[in-house]
């Protein structure tokens, strides 16, 4: 009775739509051969929830499979109440190993570390070296590839890539051909800062050490992908003025897809509730000169657009560490001239579009010059203190210590909104005063 | 005469503040041992611009440094004319491999390879092999800890790494070790792509090959994570509404920021102006109900929040391969209830604010419920559709070959803002017929 197998790629095609008991099943069908791969690359969640599925036995066979920090990952990823089940699953050393890890923040060095590392010591030479590395090939170790070189107190002296063992003669003790200036990072240095470490010095892999220089673990670069990845998603879904999902957006739920936008999609509305009160105290103006309100969609509009670009920048431009607080006076320099010349370009635009107008349509009645002014001078004042707002609330967010991501495009949109209403309508006052108003 | 050295991490302190020629001034001061790494860690435009300000003789020295990866990055970040002069300066086979490269789109799998990899043969044992790496280890390869087994006509056979070599009896034959089921991509592959192939598969290095199945090169998990983050950047600027940047914020001229940004900000701009047309069409609803005019930014703007929640949703899901066109039925059917439910809470919120206010201040007029309702129900259409057309804007675009990511925020804000207009004066018209109008 020969059965059908499945592939590992026809399941990944079809893996976000299959509930809980069809992945199971679907796994089942894979070749057995390359069934662990394909566990191993599934998310700590779907991991997680698969080993949550399946029966008892299977369930040890699968968790065990998994090193160190990925089984603590994914113990995060279920209830607190069945973790200790599943820990107990584990080996004996595994499970202390893992436990270690969970003391970490899971977005910390410590949290992205695993602890099974090569270790060497200086009086070795590089032949012997080789040949317990060799030994360790079948072990499990996170990588043969980068060895540490420790003293007796687990103190950090050196760093070895299996490429300079093999390179060096042989009889030379590793004091001799290791690298001494070691960059590593604390345990408690978040992941962001060490991702963006490692890229910097163009590293495979980081050692971790604690507050006394002990070595704990190592972060190797296939996990900074995952967290360059997933930081970046972050990011650009606060910008996008809403929380971070979390999970995978067909794999959320459509409540918890509500809960994450409806938050922050209230806050705004509230904020934009202020642009009616604003509106209210131009009530007069506005009913003696129509014409004004026409142009309060695109005076606001401009005022958002130009902030939500400084604030893309500037957010960006810090998660990456181009810049940082005490950037912030040449920046609001730089963003002010940007600021200017933006608003100088829209006003030209916006006064040839009423100039047009009027002379084919005469939409603007007599008084066209003084509105075509208002806008214009508007303009040039609202996107100018849109992109300086815009650029610089980053940094009072980050001063006030919140996550500048979070102040969204859209949520300094809003700030503008109200504050450019403010601008229009005293500009309008000050220029029509006497003939519209 | 002792000078003063530099460190490297001083030095790129304050780099991104030197000219051309300060920074040759500050490199020269940094400790020779260290040299090599700062200038490996730099980005391709800085190694360009050192390598253009530096003396002849000093520009071979570091040109000649870099891996042909690297090379054919740096010499496409020099102007056209001064390229082939930079290519003399390289031994005759390095030219060859760079010029191939070159061939390449920069941002494909060709363009990010290393043609340095190591080739094994079928027919060779396991000790043959770990002999041969080991002289290689002395030789400029990307990496020898993953080997590619070729056959005469250098197609791909399989890939082994250097710990299976270590953990494998000493006289098989590599045919029998390696692992046959290759994940390989084309050398025309973009290189988002690549990228994510490598995470999906949790991979190290993967090979490249041409469309005869030939074995090119290999890209390492360290490009994509320069990749990742490119790209994360690339998305995240234009989401905010401009071009990308490709320079970071700091590095960029005041000119080319403003470029940047004047382009999509005067699309965006010459968009909006169609609210003033649209306003337009209502002017007679707005005199006879001036307290029509006060909620159109309130309305506007939760249209442009809401659409601006679901494009950055939806287009991030798109950029990690988490759905494709043909989602776009269930994904509408998901955005359409979302939109509905956050159309309710808003609208709820509004009514609120509406009828408190009235009751503390009589702000609205005899007329107040008809406003409030006109608001309410105005608010869930108009956030249904900005949900609705937020979603569907990315599927578009990306169905007429373009970037999704330019299907930015504010530009659906800008859509939403004009047919949320359209809207609400026509729930006015109805809802306030025969009592504010």
């Given at each position: 009775m020969a059965e059908e197998r499945l592939t590992t790629s026809e399941l990944r095609d079809v893996w976000a739509l299959l509930s809980g008991d069809e992945r199971i099943d679907g796994f089942h069908q894979v070749d057995p051969a390359e069934a662990d791969d394909f566990f191993l690359g599934l998310s700590a969640r779907e991991q997680a929830q698969m080993l949550l599925t399946m029966q008892p036995g299977e369930r040890r066979l699968w968790l065990r499979l998994l090193p160190p920090d990925d089984v603590a990952d994914t113990v995060q990823q279920v209830p607190k109440e069945e973790r200790a089940a599943l820990l107990e699953l584990l080996d004996d050393a595994s499970r202390r190993e893992v436990t270690a890890l969970l003391a970490y923040a899971e977005d910390a060095a410590g949290g992205l570390m695993s602890p099974r590392f090569a270790r060497l010591r200086p009086e070795m030479t590089v032949d012997e070296a080789i040949r317990y590395l060799r030994r360790q090939a079948?072990?499990?170790?996170?990588?043969?590839?980068y060895a540490y070189v420790l003293d007796h107190e687990q103190r950090l002296c050196g760093v070895v890539s299996f490429r300079d063992l093999f390179a060096a003669p042989q009889n030379t003790l590793l004091a001799d051909v290791m690298h001494t200036s070691v960059i590593s990072v604390e345990d408690t240095l978040d992941q962001e800062s060490v991702a963006r470490i490692m890229a910097q010095h163009d590293l495979n892999a980081i050692p971790v050490v604690d507050e006394n220089g002990r070595m704990k673990g190592i972060v190797t670069i296939d996990d900074v992908v995952d967290v360059v990845q997933r930081e970046a998603t972050e990011d650009i879904q606060k910008l996008g003025g809403m929380e971070a999902l979390e999970t995978p957006y067909m794999q959320t739920s459509l409540v918890s897809l509500i809960k994450k936008r409806a938050g922050w999609l209230s806050i705004l509305f509230i904020g934009e509730l202020l642009t009616a009160s604003a509106m209210g105290r131009y009530q007069d103006e506005i009913a003696r000169a129509v014409i004004l309100a026409l142009f309060v969609p695109l005076i606001i509009s401009s005022g958002g657009n130009s902030g939500s670009q400084a604030t893309t920048l500037i957010i960006r431009a810090m998660a990456l560490g181009?810049?940082?607080?005490?950037d912030w006076w040449r920046i609001i320099r730089r963003e002010l001239a940007a600021g200017f010349v933006l608003g100088v370009i829209l006003a030209a635009l916006g006064l040839v579009r009423i100039l047009v107008w009027q002379a084919a349509f005469h939409s603007y009645g007599e008084h066209y010059l003084g509105v075509a002014f208002t806008v214009a001078v508007s303009l040039i004042g609202v996107v100018t203190w849109g992109t300086v707002a815009g650029s610089m609330l980053p940094f009072v967010i980050r001063r006030l210590g919140a996550d500048p991501a979070s102040a969204s495009a859209p949520f300094v949109a809003t700030l503008v909104d109200v504050s450019g209403l403010v601008i229009y309508f005293n500009v309008g006052r000050l220029l029509l005063r006497g003939s519209l108003l």
């Open positions: 079948r072990e499990r170790l996170e990588t043969i590839y181009e810049i940082t607080l005490r």
